[in-house]
Nanobody, 126 residues
Framework: VQLQASGGGWVQPGGALRLSCAAS????????IGWFRQAPGKEREWISCITQSDSNTYYADSVKGRFTISREDAKNTAYLHMGSLKPEDAAVYYC????????????????????WGQGTQVTVSS
């Protein structure tokens, strides 16, 4: 069972990146997918979640309107489209998967997720 996050890199402020989260060893369509990020010296913060079945999406206020989470279950992959990037978006980005279905907004919590990817670095600078 593995999650592989990829797509990070360097981008100028205002630019865009698409991160991918590929699952192997299990079927992603039974899992909600979350994205978190961690900047140096800061705690890991939740960014976004997309649920299984109905694909409801949720975003932290810091990225709402700029980032879009999506999933392509046929490819066993989820994505985070990041636009209008700011220097404060620079961080290591992690994807995570959870089999739970929750109405208490626990998808913001790290403990809610069972599987984690290894992280991909995003650098935003001019």
């Amino acid at each position: 069972v593995q999650l592989q996050a990829s797509g990070g890199g360097w981008v100028q402020p205002g630019g865009a990146l698409r991160l991918s989260c590929a699952a192997s060893g299990f079927s992603l369509n039974d899992y909600a997918i979350g994205w978190f990020r961690q900047a140096p010296g800061k705690e890991r913060e939740w960014i976004s979640c997309i649920t299984q079945s109905d694909s409801n999406t949720y975003y932290a206020d810091s990225v709402k309107g700029r980032f879009t989470i999506s999933r392509e279950d046929a490819k066993n992959t989820a994505y985070l489209h990041m636009g209008s990037l700011k220097p404060e978006d620079a961080a290591v980005y992690y994807c995570a998967a959870s089999p739970r279905r929750d109405s208490d907004r626990n998808w913001r919590r790290q403990w809610w997720y069972d599987y984690w990817g290894q992280g991909t670095q995003v650098t935003v600078s001019s």
